[in-house]
């Protein structure tokens, strides 16, 4: 599979589309007024702590407060006697390898992989691991944010924190080594740990790390690279932090890289033949970045110069067009509906015009394995998250469902998110969860309709004429001295009261001895009505 980064730079924003062999897998897009808080740094202070949530708010100079849980709550030192801190520590290395695999697994743009916790089998207080017991108002503390603002909920911080790097994650609260689980190698995996073990030990780093996708076939003087500019970076972190103590608001210890730069940092791989880039200023950034820290990358930088835009010549700004839609078109003929909504995705598979299948089976299981390429490219670029209901069409063959999910499976390894996919339920579902860092693409392009207010369609003119019909005639029995209803309302609506309502407005105007009047209003929607008394 070959790969290709596009970097667009305008004065409103920067956005990069990764092409897997020439067609948009996924899309990044960072508007220079409201930058991502995903990775940032803060010395924030608690607002408020809520013990029947075990939660507190945090304010860390955002529009909205946010949300820290007791879990992502670093643990804090506890004294153990010999023989158990023997104990804890081989409990430790032998449940290390797999947690860290699994936290580690998402080598993601938008992600900055949290912090591991090694197992224990101490027995630790309640009252200790209560967040009241442990935060209190007014309190200054070091979180990172997790999450991005999603509509109405702040962000989501941790405590826990994690300075990644090209090749490493660096967990200065942790105590061990972990791998990434997409490097398969056990002789690869080995070799990294027992190397990074080393590197610790020689430049007396406390902490944990965890080796990144990238790290894989990495040689030992690239790491040592990796973990000092790392331990220089969590250094002046911890500067910073002591120089601004002192303050009363809350501030920004450490920002994440630009979107370019993180781009660099951790999409590129070896798959990856070219980055184009449509910016000079960007541009001349970039190499300098890859010149430091991914020199691999570095010769395969480009600088786009020509006239028609970047996005255009490569067919992205079509894609993001059609990724907004609701239908997705299959080769074959058939289609897919996808629903967004708070509590969840939906998208439903349907054959449309496809009808080459030798059965009625056979069309519906070559219609699903197709969707769920779709889907999950879909997925990607879409960035969908949170709870997601796949209603594929009903296979009688369990062949034929067990084939589709080892697709739809198959095709989700190259995600960088972590995925959870459920069998074939009876009603047919597949059930699955895609973990959610930051918004979507309709989330961030779009906003509810001002008309129909997020809902999807809008009342008939019928329906509003009925209930200007009732509306007038609650105007008369509350008011006794008007003589004449004027209705405004849209032309939509006046026009049907004027012709097949006509016969109801003579028998409400006889019925309630006044006369009614109409006035069109262009700039009301078609649900918009007002009642005038003269």
């Known amino acids: 599979m070959s790969e290709e980064l596009l970097i667009n730079i305008s004065p409103m924003e920067s956005r990069v589309a990764v092409l897997d062999n020439g067609i948009l897998g996924e899309i990044y897009i960072e508007r220079h007024h409201k930058l991502g808080l995903v990775g940032n740094i803060y010395l924030g202070t608690v607002v408020r702590v809520l013990p029947g949530m075990q939660a507190a708010f945090i304010d860390i100079g955002q529009s909205r407060t946010a949300f820290l849980h007791v879990n992502d709550m670093q643990r804090e030192p506890r004294p153990v006697t010999e023989d158990k801190s023997k104990a804890a520590t081989n409990v430790k290395k032998e449940n290390s390898d797999n947690s860290a695999d699994i936290e580690a697994s998402t080598d993601s743009l938008a992600v900055t992989p949290p912090i591991v916790s090694a197992q224990s089998t101490e027995v630790v207080p309640v009252s200790k691991t209560l967040i009241q017991h442990r935060l209190h108002e007014s309190q200054r503390i070091l979180v990172q944010v997790t999450k991005d603002q999603l509509g109405s909920k702040g962000a989501r911080l941790t405590t826990n924190i994690s300075l990644p790097s090209r090749y490493l994650v660096y967990l200065p609260s942790s105590d061990h080594i972990g791998i990434s689980q997409r490097i398969d190698g056990e002789e690869e995996r080995t070799r990294l740990k027992t190397e990074l073990s080393s590197l610790m030990q020689t430049v007396n780093l406390k902490g944990g790390l965890i080796a990144r996708t990238a790290a894989e076939r990495v040689p030992v003087d690239k790491l040592e690279e990796d973990i000092y500019y790392l331990l220089q970076l969590w250094r002046t972190i911890c500067a910073r932090r002591q120089e601004i103590n002192h303050h009363q608001s809350s501030e920004l210890i450490y920002q994440e890289l630009s979107l370019p730069l993180r781009s660099i940092r951790d999409l590129v ?37 020509a006239e028609q835009s970047l996005f255009d010549v490569h067919r992205v700004e079509d894609d993001l067009r059609d990724a907004l839609k609701r239908r997705v078109d299959l080769k074959s003929g058939g289609y897919l509906i996808i629903d967004q909504t708070e509590a969840m995705t939906t998208i439903d598979v349907n054959t449309g015009s496809f009808v080459g299948g030798r059965s009625l089976e056979d069309t519906v299981y070559k219609t699903n394995l197709e969707a769920t390429h779709a889907i999950a490219r879909q997925l990607r670029l879409r960035n969908l998250g949170g709870i997601i209901i796949l209603d594929f069409i009903d296979m009688l063959e369990q062949q034929h469902k067990d084939d589709v999910l080892e697709s ?5 390894t190259q995600d960088y998110a972590k995925t959870k996919i459920t069998q074939v339920s009876e009603l047919g579902l597949v059930e699955m969860t895609r973990k959610r860092t930051r918004e979507s693409l309709g989330q961030q392009l779009c906003e509810p309709c001002s008309t129909c207010q997020g809902r999807g369609f809008v009342k008939t003119a019928e329906t509003v004429c009925f209930e200007i019909f009732r509306e007038i005639m609650r105007c008369a029995r509350t008011y006794n001295s008007p003589k004449k209803f004027t209705v405004v309302a849209h032309a939509a609506v006046i026009d049907l009261l004027l012709t097949s309502e006509s016969d109801t407005v003579a028998d409400l105007e006889y019925l309630l001895g006044r006369v009614i009047t109409f006035d069109v209003e262009n700039l009301y929607t078609q649900e918009q009505y007002d009642i005038v008394l003269d």
């Open 269 to 305: 791989h070896a798959d990856t033949e070219k980055v184009i880039i449509d910016n000079t200023q960007i541009y001349e950034q970039v190499r300098y970045f890859a010149k430091e820290f991914v020199p691999f990358i570095y010769d395969k930088i480009v600088h786009y110069t």
């Open 408 to 412: 739809l499976q198959a095709q989700l």
